[in-house]
């Protein structure tokens, strides 16, 4: 069946470093993987998509890197801050179809330390 | 910029008890959803909505639940006998259709089935 894995569960890292958070889909079907960023308590907000004929796509600090082959998927985060500390989640999608509906990752806490 | 609301933003119930949850999507998008998350855990697809009929519906969204469109603006979510497990919170999005992809959240209905 449809299934994203997503690592690691928790993701520790200092102000200023880099974090990247890797995700893993079943379905070779998926041609769209948008990330969420979820603050406790609140909406996932969408902070980056990339679509199956793209192989990078980059927003500022944020960047996402596709290998269909191998169906994987990566955020990139560089010189974080503080206020990136959420939950983030990996979702795909079978876009064009009368659903997209998302299939989610389990979700990483990160936790930036300043 | 237009978003997602939902009401209520907290809903007790006692078991067995029908529920209602509303949602107010985007007012040009024709795409509607609904996901749920149990405390702690990954945000999961229930059902999608479009052209007011269900395209597609999870193994979760069994003859308990329901989904209507009653006017031109509202979407609900109706669980007829809640169960304990039905605590979670709900997730209303939408998203516009055609070569859009993007599914905006809402702010979501905590929903404590005691």
């Known amino acids: 069946g449809e299934n994203v894995e997503q690592h690691p569960s928790t993701l520790s890292v200092q102000e200023g470093d880099s974090a990247v958070i890797k995700c893993t889909y079943s379905d070779s079907a998926s041609n ?25 796509k980059k927003d500022q600090r944020i960047a996402v890197t596709l290998n269909k082959t191998a169906k994987h998927f990566s955020l990139h985060i560089t010189e974080t801050q503080p206020e990136d500390s959420a939950v983030y989640f990996c979702a795909a999608s079978k876009s064009g179809g009368a659903t997209n509906k998302l299939i989610f990752g389990t979700g990483t806490l990160l936790a930036v330390q300043p | 910029e237009p978003e ?37 855990q990954k945000v999961e697809f229930l059902v999608s909505f479009y052209n007011n009929e269900i395209s597609e519906k999870s193994e979760i969204f069994d003859d308990q639940f329901s989904v209507e ?11 007829r006998s809640t169960k304990l497990e039905d605590s979670a919170m709900y997730f209303c999005a939408s998203r516009t259709g055609g070569a859009t992809d993007t599914q905006y959240f809402g702010p ?7």
Do not use: A
């Open chain 2, 108 to 114: 979501g209905t905590r929903l404590t089935v005691l």
């Open chain 1, 32 to 56: 769209y993987f948008p990330w969420y960023k979820q603050e406790l308590g609140k909406r996932p907000q969408l902070i980056i998509d990339i679509r199956s004929n793209v192989g990078e």
């Open chain 2, 69 to 79: 469109r009653p006017d031109g603006s509202n979407f609900t979510l109706k669980i």
């Open chain 2, 4 to 40: 997602v609301t939902q009401t209520p933003s907290h809903q007790v119930t006692q078991m067995g008890q029908e529920v209602i949850l509303r949602c107010v999507p985007i007012s040009n998008h024709l795409y509607f959803y609904w996901y749920r998350q149990i405390l702690g």
